[in-house]
């Protein structure tokens, strides 16, 4: 029970490095792409605008790892404070006291998992970064969902 918290404690933790380390490598990928061209040359501009040149591309990836890494950073830090006296699962073990503030605490938290997942991939739509959108919307909407379905002590 105690390995799954310190497992995600340890998510929560080291997640802002592994997030820095992905950005950094997606702006080093932004870099190097600056001479090449963003946009494809040739075919109907449609099928342009949706399929990006290959330095695009590998940029778009590189900010879907990054992102990924971001959300897992998230999901980790709710469930390491909620663990906290606010959800009974079996595998986190008992908490000890409950804290009365947090009743709205799952509410609060999948709401703002699923704003988050929503803006952002608001935002990588108007990017044009497909990948990133994806992970956007298939990772956080699901990840809150998870979240939602803890039993709490006032549940």
């Known amino acids: 029970m ?7 404690l340890l998510c929560f ?4 490095a592994l997030v820095l380390a992905g950005l ?3 702006s080093v990928q932004l870099w190097r792409s600056r001479g090449q061209p963003w946009a494809r040359d040739h075919g109907h501009p449609f099928v342009r605008l949706l399929l990006p040149a290959p330095a695009y591309l590998r ?3 590189a900010l879907a ?6 959300d897992l950073w998230l999901v980790s830090g709710v469930v390491v404070l909620g663990a906290d006296g606010i959800f009974t699962e079996e595998w986190m073990g008992y908490p000890g006291m409950m804290d009365p503030g ?6 609060a938290a999948v709401a703002l998992l699923r704003a ?4 952002s991939a608001l935002a990588a739509v108007l990017g044009r970064c497909w990948t990133t959108t994806a992970v956007q919307l298939s990772v956080l909407p ?6 939602a379905s803890f039993d709490t002590y006032y549940t």
């Not at 105690?2 to 995600?8: S, W």
């Open 116 to 119: 988050t997942a929503w803006w």
């Open 13 to 16: 933790v080291g997640g802002w």
């Open 102 to 107: 947090g009743q709205g605490y799952q509410a």
């Open 2 to 8: 105690g390995l799954v918290i310190l497992f995600f």
């Open 65 to 70: 790892v990054t992102v990924l890494l971001a």
């Open 59 to 61: 940029f778009d990836r």
């Open 142 to 147: 699901l990840s809150a969902l998870w979240i």
């Open 24 to 26: 950094g490598y997606a």
